[in-house]
């Protein structure tokens, strides 16, 4: 990596820990509240997940298949906070909430998640062990296993939230055909293309990234819903200053 | 707000409470703070004490209040009175009548009036005095000044000597007049009493030896059993009554008075009173028994009295007020209206007398008082109502005996308790109407372990769009085979991967990585195989690695089937299997950094170092190219980002999927990726220019035919789905 | 383990990490190198928990609580076991093994991507009646456009010049909304980093 490179990454990490921690000070959410668009999937979502509450049936919770060790585990992190939430939001319900995943330490992190909710919500009875599984090494597996899940008569809301390919089409058309309430989000753009044409609840995009902050998880995940707004305007400038400046001759 | 004050600890209640908060005792007939005439009447009787701890601005709020309550209600109360005086019958003492009610020890009672009976004497001459109720008012001293000790004395003494002429008046009074002990204390004259009078020890033994009942009292002493049965046997016998004998019993078993005791403030247990004439008896209000047990209106009266007798003048008829009213036991609903009549609360005995020798006697605080009131009334013993002794057996005439004959009439089976709910019968009704209404509500349609039918018409369409594409492609195969519309234009990025392969020498490595699985090997290595074969043909030395644990068991595959092209090609000796490289990208990191260090095995677990291939390959640079087969655009992304930089110009080539071509093709347009050979339009594409017809070329066909008849299928659906109304319900 | 010692070790570890990718000087390549490969080996390990939780936890649970079609995890079983000792036995490279992969593994995947084929074409039908928005009708429009460009039909249009324009400009225009959609996820994985390094978030340490 070159040392402008270098400099520059270096400069926009600084930047962002910079405005995460700023815009996360009580002081100034107290002043600036932050105000985000209205995403209608993730209101429908909270919605979905009181009726499954309220009907006693069960949530299953897709967290993809990227690994830990692959630049896409940042999404992994959004997943296991996404996870988080739901089971804390889930935790009145009988049925508690099931997780599949497509990698070992994911499925070892979201099993670490779902005991942490359960044991917030002194429902660490109701946890069992199949309740965080890895179902399949291989994205194919790995959708073939979570079928079992999403086709279990007592899932009533399936909420596939990670890395995934176009094989994901299987997962969101069978949870179609049981009627259950269905929300996509991948970072990959097959998986993007394959829920909008299959999903009823689609995300595009980096509102995968956004599902935290407007479950209202952490005032940190919502700093960082401006941190990148604000880093978007940033890049949308540079891109159009330098798009300038190149067919002016300067660069 | 007006609260109740509770007569035990003195502690306000609400008004509306039944018992004390605090100590749970009863608060009935307590007077009630606020109301106008009750708390007057105990502010203005209250001791020094009371006023010690009362603050000053209370004491005069209270003592005006008793001044403006005190003439008004003088006249009030006289007719309630004489109603409640017409209702007082005495017990008449007759074997032939029925035995008394007993009453519990405490209790104060009311002496029924019947014809025969015989009433105190202090019970007719109140009866007299009602009405001249300002002019005994003026005359009426306190009890409290007469004797030095305790009222309940005066008033039992003055029960002896106006018992029998009591009785008397209370035959010739008729239900409409008042007794005279009430009359007395309704009225604000207080007992005339010489102010500084204290009785001494003689006296005192005196009055006890030579008291004489008076006519209509009570019988003497030793006739007290007879008479105290005989009024048993009354059906109204009121156990006041019971206390008066008792009191009187006591009399009778009280040494004499030893003068030092007195000087020590010995309070004797009964004194005789010089004001038993006027004052009024100590009785109790004479209530039917069988009404309350608990009767305190005469108790409310004696406070009402004393509370509207003028402070300072008339303090001192309280005592011999108190001597003559008679014993109030302390709890009882009372039926007098304690506003309206005056109320001299008892003092207790013994308290009084053992620091006061002065004439003026101070007024006691209404607790006391009240508790003189509890303990000049004797408690008896508690013998029940319809049974005051034995009448056959070896224990007749014994009071408070129990009757065996009626003790299972006494004594009842225990309750049993059981688990069952009591449940009303509105309750029951409530049930009924929700079972019912959870009948009504249908079952799921998805019942527990039934899985969810999809519609016949949805499998159907289903079924009918697969059987299509397969149709679609088996006819393509089967009736013209090999026949695709080729472009003209070989793609820029295909062409320069063959040049690059093209130039490569036979005397450095290619690195191949097999990153995909086994899902999207088909199209890979329709793909992949003309650049395969071409490198074979170029007898360039091949080294595989593969980042997923499937890759390496497909890259062999996919050389086995390319070595049927190209025989010349030796798998043994021209390739290197590294087998898979764990760890992703952080692997990738790892090879571009030092790539001995990442791939220290072949995939037998042998030295890959050793092998004559590599050892002039120390780094990544040293290989002759890096070809990358992924199927996945992210995991060629990282091989751009990862990898790429440290190359040092070695080109990159990529072969990919059609899904993730358009991902990567930027790459190539900025000079990171060299060649691009993507999907199977760029396989056949290679195999055009390698002049070497392969599987891309063959089922490119079928391919697009396939990509035809899926665009019109949508086509049909999307026209359909926007002319009929109408979309998917969305749940939730 | 909740403790500030997990945020603190995570913080730590990250903060040599990203500073031995942002400044190569050789003592902090040299520890991020090693770091690097404990991941590795602890990403290893992770799965091969998750299998033995696959197998032990989630089948044979499945087998001893009696639920339907168990037949199907005693054959995941059976399968898992035979194919874990044959592996250990001959190694990963020996023909017996491979053979699992080329002819278990690799044709029912293809077929499942085979259906999968089918089962998108079925529901690209019902897409307008799933996103009946201004926004479906784009969608379908680019479907239909896109499909029709790779699929060779306008293999002519190297000859025609105008048609050769519209169809590579046609070709641009899914990069850039791609290349859009990338720098906001590329947004979002850093938000995310950064959010992880500093401690805003831990999902380990629950």
């Known amino acids: 990596m070159g040392n402008l490179e270098s400099t520059l990454g270096l400069i926009i990490v600084l930047v962002t820990v910079a405005l995460i921690l700023v815009l996360s000070l009580k002081s100034w959410r107290a002043k600036h509240p932050p105000v985000f668009r209205s995403i209608p999937a993730i209101q429908r979502l909270r919605r979905a997940l009181g009726l499954s509450v309220e009907e006693g049936t069960g949530i299953h919770i897709s967290i993809g298949k990227a690994s830990l060790l692959q630049p896409s585990s940042t999404s992994a992190f959004v997943r296991l906070a996404t996870l988080h939430r739901l089971a804390q939001m889930s935790a009145t319900s009988d049925q508690p909430p099931v997780s599949t995943s497509g990698d070992g330490s994911l499925a070892v992190l979201s099993q670490d998640v779902l005991i942490a909710a359960a044991r917030e919500s002194n429902t660490l009875q109701m946890y069992q062990s199949d309740h965080g599984q890895l179902s399949g090494v291989t994205p194919l597996s790995f959708v073939a296993g979570a079928l079992n899940v999403v086709n279990d008569p007592r899932i009533k809301a399936n909420i596939l939230i990670g890395n995934f390919g176009p094989e994901a089409g299987y997962l969101s058309t069978a949870s179609e055909q049981n009627d259950a309430f269905t929300l996509a989000a991948s970072d990959s753009l097959s998986a993007q293309a394959v829920f909008y044409a299959t999903a009823s609840e689609p995300l595009i995009g980096e509102e995968l990234y956004a599902v935290p902050g407007y479950l209202q998880y952490s005032p940190a995940h919502q700093s960082s819903l401006q941190t990148q707004d604000i880093l978007r305007w940033v890049l949308a400038a540079a891109m159009i200053g330098g798009a300038i400046l190149k067919m002016v001759g300067v660069i | 707000m007006s609260e109740k004050i509770c007569p035990v600890c003195n502690r306000s209640n609400l008004p509306n409470a039944a018992r004390c908060w605090y100590c749970q005792s009863l608060l009935d007939d307590e007077p009630v703070v606020g109301e106008p005439g009750a708390g007057d009447q105990e502010d203005q009787a209250a001791a020094p004490e009371v006023e010690k701890e009362i603050p000053d601005w209370l004491a005069r709020i209270r003592a005006r209040k008793a001044i403006e309550t005190m003439e008004p209600s003088d006249s009030k109360p006289e007719p309630p009175v004489e109603r409640k005086v017409a209702e007082i019958k005495p017990a008449a003492p007759t074997p032939s009548d029925k035995p008394a009610p007993s009453v519990p020890s405490g209790k104060t009672g009311s002496i029924s009036r019947r014809p025969g009976v015989e009433l105190p004497a202090w019970i007719t001459e109140l009866e007299k005095e009602v009405k001249p109720a300002e002019e005994e008012a003026e005359s009426f001293t306190p009890p409290v000044e007469k004797v030095e000790d305790s009222d309940w004395m005066q008033k039992l003494s003055a029960w002896q000597k106006e018992d029998e002429p009591e009785e008397g008046a209370a035959e010739k009074a008729q239900p409409d007049t008042t007794p005279e002990w009430l009359a007395e204390f309704l009225s604000n004259e207080p007992p005339s009493k010489p102010e500084g009078t204290s009785i001494t020890a003689e006296e005192f033994n005196a009055k006890v030896q030579t008291t004489e009942p008076k006519a209509g009292d009570t019988e003497p002493l030793g006739q007290l059993d007879e008479a105290e049965e005989a009024m048993r046997q009354d059906e109204t016998y009121d156990f006041s009554v019971e206390a008066e004998l008792e009191l009187k019993k006591a009399e009778e078993e009280i040494p004499p008075l030893d003068e030092s005791e007195l000087e020590a403030g010995f309070t004797p247990l009964s004194v005789e009173l010089p004001s038993e004439s006027a004052a009024p008896s100590t009785k109790t209000p004479q209530e039917p028994v069988e009404e309350d047990d608990l009767d305190l209106t005469w108790l409310e009266e004696f406070k009402q009295s004393a509370a509207k007798e003028p402070p300072p003048a008339e303090e001192e008829k309280q005592p011999e007020e108190e001597s003559t009213r008679p014993l109030a036991p302390f709890l009882g609903v009372q039926e007098h209206d304690w506003s309206t009549q005056p109320v001299v609360p008892e003092e207790k005995a013994g308290e009084t007398g053992a620091g006061e020798g002065e004439a003026s006697q101070p007024e006691l605080p209404i607790w006391m008082q009240q508790l003189r009131q509890i303990e000049s009334s004797a408690p008896a013993e508690p013998v029940k109502p319809e049974e005051s002794s034995v009448t056959e057996g070896p224990l007749a005439g014994i009071q408070g005996a129990l009757q065996t004959s009626e003790l299972p009439d006494l004594y009842t089976k225990p309750p049993i308790y059981t688990n069952k709910i009591q449940v009303t019968e509105r309750q029951s009704i409530r049930a009924d109407l929700l079972s019912n209404i959870v009948q009504e509500i249908p079952p799921d349609a998805v019942a527990a372990g039934e899985k969810p039918v999809a519609a016949p018409r949805s499998r159907l369409m289903r079924i009918l769009v697969g059987l299509l594409i397969l149709a679609v492609v088996f006819m393509v195969l089967v009736a013209a085979p090999g026949t695709s519309l080729l472009p003209v234009l070989y793609p820029p990025e295909t062409a320069n991967a063959y040049q690059l392969v093209n130039n490569l020498g036979s005397d450095k490595p290619v690195l191949v990585a097999a990153d995909f699985d086994a899902g999207l090997s088909g199209e890979i290595g329709f793909t992949s195989q003309a650049l395969i074969e071409h490198l074979m043909l170029r007898n360039v030395p091949l080294a595989f690695l593969s980042t997923n644990p499937a890759g390496s068991a497909l890259m062999s595959g996919m050389l086995t089937s390319a070595q049927v092209k190209v025989t010349s090609f030796d798998l043994s000796t021209r390739t290197v299997q590294f087998g898979y490289l764990a760890g992703g990208s952080v692997a990738l990191q790892t090879l571009a950094s030092d790539v001995r260090t990442a791939l220290p095995y072949t995939a037998e677990l042998m030295p890959a170092w050793d092998n004559a291939l590599l050892q002039n390959v120390s780094s990544l640079s040293d290989f002759g190219a890096l070809v990358v087969l992924t199927d996945d655009a992210d995991t060629g992304r990282y091989w751009v980002e990862q990898v790429q930089p440290a190359l040092g110009g070695i080109p990159l080539i990529m072969v990919t999927s059609a899904q993730s071509a358009p991902m990567l093709l930027p790459y190539y347009e900025s000079g990171q990726v060299n060649g691009v050979v993507a999907g199977m339009s760029g396989g056949s594409a290679y195999e055009q220019i390698l002049n070497l017809p392969g599987q891309s070329t063959f089922y490119f066909g079928a391919y697009q035919s396939l990509l035809l008849v899926v665009m019109m299928l949508i086509l049909i659906g999307g026209v359909i789905a926007l002319v009929l109304p109408g979309g998917i319900r969305r749940k939730a | ?206």
Do not use: C
């Not at chain 3, 080996?41 to 033995?52: D, E, Q």
């Not at chain 3, 037949?71 to 190694?91: D, M, P």
């Not at chain 3, 990338?182 to 500093?198: D, E, K």
């Open chain 3, 1 to 206: 383990m909740k403790s500030p010692v997990a945020a603190f070790v995570a913080f730590f570890i990250g903060a040599i990490v990203l500073a031995g990718y942002f400044i190569p000087a050789s003592p902090l390549q040299s520890i991020r190198s090693s770091i690097l490969d404990w991941t590795v080996v602890l990403a290893g390990v992770a799965g091969l928990v998750a299998i033995l939780n696959l197998v032990f936890g989630v089948h044979i649970k499945r087998i001893r609580e009696k639920a339907p079609r168990t037949g199907f995890s005693w054959a995941v079983i059976i399968t898992f076991f035979i194919v874990f000792i044959a592996g250990v036995i001959f190694g990963p490279t020996h023909p017996s093994i491979q053979k699992v992969v080329t002819y278990v593994q690799f044709p029912v995947e293809a077929s499942l991507m085979a259906m999968l084929a089918i089962t998108l074409a079925y529901a690209s039908l019902r897409l307008l009646q799933r996103q009946r928005n201004w926004m479906g009708i784009v969608f379908f429009v680019s479907t239909l456009f896109f499909l029709v460009v790779n699929s060779g039909v306008f293999s002519f249009s190297s000859d025609v010049p105008l048609l050769r324009t519209l169809v590579s400009a046609a070709h641009q225009l899914p990069v850039g909304g791609a290349r859009g959609i990338l720098l906001g996820i590329a947004l979002g994985s850093l938000a995310t980093g950064v959010r992880i390094l500093i401690g805003a978030d831990r999902p380990y340490n629950n």
